[in-house]
């Protein structure tokens, strides 16, 4: 069964800093991957997704995510942070030509000035 | 388009009580989503729905849940008796011809309290 394993649970950054969030995955062939953040109160938003093509994908606001098979790995990353992304961000994956996401615990954003 | 809404958005009420959460996904979407949101266990699937029929149920909890879709525009979500473990916030997502074409949207979610 596939997995999403994201290792740190809460991160702080100082504004202007570079950011990167990891997620491994845990799947035999090469999954759908997602990223989504949530903001206090709020419900998820796709930052950025990864079905096949160019490994390295470009997301909303800044962010981008490069899937590495070898590692089993989906990090996310924007070069700046700025404190409007101090949020919650979910790494996710689901079976190739399935429906359902599983969704890692989380990584806790927080952007200090 | 207004997104998927779903009401209440908060509801607090006492153990044994019949529970029942409601979504209205967006215009023409074939798929519809219920997860809930806990500390302890993260984000989990329930259920999800194709063209109104229930597709996979295996992460219903027990008994006590149940979800239904009588039409393209309307799925609810039901806990009787409630427990007090049910206190979670509940998201419904609907997407459009399933992952490989589109993503899920979601709504704000019900955050609900079992007191």
């Known amino acids: 069964a596939q997995s999403v394993t994201q290792p740190d649970i809460h991160i702080t950054v100082s504004e202007g800093a570079s950011l990167e969030l990891r997620c491994n995955y845990s799947y035999g062939a090469t999954p759908y991957l997602f990223w989504y953040v949530q903001s206090p109160g709020q419900g998820l938003q796709l930052l950025l997704k990864?079905?096949?093509?160019?490994?390295l994908v470009q997301g909303i606001k800044g962010f981008e995510a490069e899937f590495k098979r070898s590692q089993s790995s989906f990090n996310l990353r924007k070069p700046s942070v700025h404190w409007s992304d101090a949020a919650e961000y979910f790494c996710?994956?689901?079976?190739?030509?399935?429906?359902?996401?599983?969704f890692g615990t989380g990584t806790r954003l927080t952007v200090i000035p | 388009d207004a997104g998927v809404i779903q009401s209440p958005r908060h509801e607090v009420t006492e153990m044994g009580q019949e529970v029942t959460l409601r979504c209205k996904p967006i215009?023409?979407?074939?798929?519809l989503f219920w997860y809930r949101q806990t500390m302890m266990r993260g984000l989990e699937l329930l259920i999800y729905?194709?063209?109104?029929?229930?597709?996979?149920d295996s992460g219903m909890p027990e008994d006590r849940f149940s979800a239904k879709m009588p039409n393209a525009s309307f799925s609810t979500l039901k806990i009787q008796p409630s427990e007090p473990r049910d206190s979670a916030v509940y998201f419904c997502?609907?997407?459009?011809?399933?992952?490989?074409?589109?993503?899920?949207?979601f709504g704000a979610g019900t955050r609900l309290s079992v007191l």
């Open positions: 996710a994956v689901a079976e190739t030509g399935a429906n359902n996401l599983f």
């Open positions: 729905f194709n063209n109104n029929v229930p597709i996979d």
């Open positions: 990864y079905f096949s093509g160019d490994t």
């Open positions: 997502a609907s997407s459009f011809r399933g992952l490989a074409k589109n993503i899920q949207y």
């Open positions: 215009s023409g979407h074939d798929y």
